[in-house]
Each structure stands twice: as structure tokens, then as C-alpha cells.
């Protein structure tokens, strides 16, 4: 991460006495920056497999009008690192270096797209018999009900 403490506050509008509740030093933050770093290509090479072996080409077999994939930036994690600690403090004050990926569930991050509602009973379906990964609530947008 190639942002000074200053500049990471004040881009993620994050007030200087926040951080100091955050109660989780500059030093560990770019520890963590690093290790994820360090692990981006293996997280990317995860990211492209799953979406090749179970998304691409079967978009029409499983209901997808489309989607995309993303690894979270390491600027953004960091910043959910010390907002999580903001949260809930006592959930979160072991996080560290050797365990924030425990912690944080959506270092990989995939989004389908579904335009019609019968197509959400196959995609649902088909991903929950992978049961390897998490899935959150979808989303609607408004004016689709």
C-alpha cells in the first residue's frame, strides 16, 4: 500500500481519534497490506479457476444474464479492517497479520446478475450445491420487484 497513514485517513474519511479507537497500529495495517499482497496472485488464481469452472460458458445453463468478478483492493481492506474494529471491537481485536483473512469473507468477490425471478430458483440451486462458498442476501434494485 503506497499511501501514508495521513493521506489512507483522509481518503477514506476516517477521523484521526476513530483509528485511535480502532486500537490497531500503522505498522500492523501495512503488515497486513503486505501479506494480502503477497497473496493476491493465489487469491486471483482462485478467482479465475471457480469462475471458469463453474460460471463461464454456463451462463444460460444456470440463469445468469451475466456477471462480474474482483479481488478487493488492498487499500479497501484495510479500510474494513479498522472500520470492523470500529464496529465491534471485541469481535475483531485479535485480528492480525496472521488471521484477518478469517475474518474478512469477501476477499473474492463474484456478482450475478439474474433478470427474471424464476431464473433465481436454478442459479440458487446450482450454487448451493457447491456449498464451499458464502452467499449473501441478493440484491434488488429499485423498481425491480
Same mark, same amino acid.
Given at each position: 500500500?503506497?499511501?501514508?497513514?495521513?493521506?489512507? $485517513? =483522509?481518503?477514506?474519511? /476516517? @477521523?484521526?481519534?476513530?483509528?485511535?479507537?480502532?486500537?490497531?497500529?500503522?505498522?500492523? $495495517? @501495512?503488515?497486513?497490506?503486505?501479506?494480502?499482497?503477497?497473496?493476491?496472485?493465489?487469491?486471483?488464481? #482462485?478467482?479465475?479457476?471457480? !469462475?471458469?469452472?463453474?460460471? =463461464?460458458?454456463?451462463?444460460?445453463? #444456470?440463469?445468469?444474464? *451475466?456477471?462480474? *468478478?474482483?479481488?478487493?483492493?488492498?487499500?479497501? $481492506?484495510?479500510?474494513? @479492517? !479498522?472500520?470492523?474494529?470500529?464496529?465491534?471491537?471485541?469481535?475483531?481485536?485479535?485480528?492480525?497479520?496472521?488471521?484477518?483473512?478469517?475474518? !474478512?469473507?469477501?476477499?473474492?468477490?463474484?456478482?450475478?446478475?439474474?433478470?427474471?425471478?424464476?431464473?433465481?430458483?436454478?442459479?440458487?440451486?446450482? #450454487?448451493?450445491?457447491? *456449498?464451499? #462458498?458464502? /452467499?449473501?442476501?441478493?440484491?434488488?434494485?429499485?423498481?425491480? *420487484?
Amino acid at each position: 500500500m503506497y499511501l501514508t497513514k495521513d493521506e489512507f $485517513l =483522509q481518503k477514506f474519511g /476516517i @477521523l484521526p481519534q476513530e483509528f485511535e479507537e480502532a486500537d490497531i497500529s500503522w505498522e500492523e $495495517l @501495512l503488515e497486513i497490506a503486505d501479506d494480502y499482497e503477497r497473496h493476491r496472485p493465489t487469491l486471483e488464481k #482462485i478467482r479465475k479457476e471457480f !469462475v471458469a469452472e463453474f460460471l =463461464q460458458d454456463k451462463e444460460k445453463e #444456470i440463469g445468469l444474464q *451475466s456477471y462480474h *468478478s474482483r479481488l478487493k483492493d488492498t487499500e479497501h $481492506l484495510v479500510e474494513k @479492517l !479498522v472500520r470492523k474494529r470500529l464496529e465491534n471491537y471485541a469481535k475483531y481485536r485479535k485480528m492480525d497479520a496472521t488471521n484477518y483473512m478469517r475474518y !474478512v469473507t469477501d476477499l473474492i468477490g463474484i456478482r450475478g446478475l439474474l433478470l427474471y425471478r424464476e431464473d433465481w430458483v436454478n442459479f440458487h440451486k446450482y #450454487i448451493t450445491h457447491l *456449498s464451499l #462458498i458464502h /452467499i449473501s442476501e441478493p440484491t434488488r434494485r429499485r423498481g425491480i *420487484s
